[in-house]
């Protein structure tokens, strides 16, 4: 058996945390095979920096 990782869930209306295996939470729909988007950068820049220097 794998390792048994945490997962909150919603089941009927009642949030609860159980332990599955990866295999066993992508069988139940826990777990996407697709990645989460990647945040936006709203990083700025100093603005008494002088850009391109």
């Given at each position: 058996?794998?390792?048994?990782?945490p997962?909150?869930?919603e089941?009927?209306?009642?949030?609860?945390?159980?332990?599955?295996?990866?295999?066993?939470?992508k069988a139940r729909?826990f777990?996407?095979?697709?990645?989460?988007?990647a945040?936006a950068n709203?990083?700025r820049?100093?603005?008494?920096?002088?850009?391109?220097?």
């Amino acid at each position: 058996m794998g390792k048994l990782n945490p997962y909150d869930v919603e089941i009927n209306g009642v949030q609860t945390t159980i332990k599955l295996t990866e295999e066993q939470a992508k069988a139940r729909g826990f777990m996407s095979d697709k990645k989460a988007p990647a945040p936006a950068n709203k990083a700025r820049t100093a603005a008494n920096k002088a850009a391109g220097k």
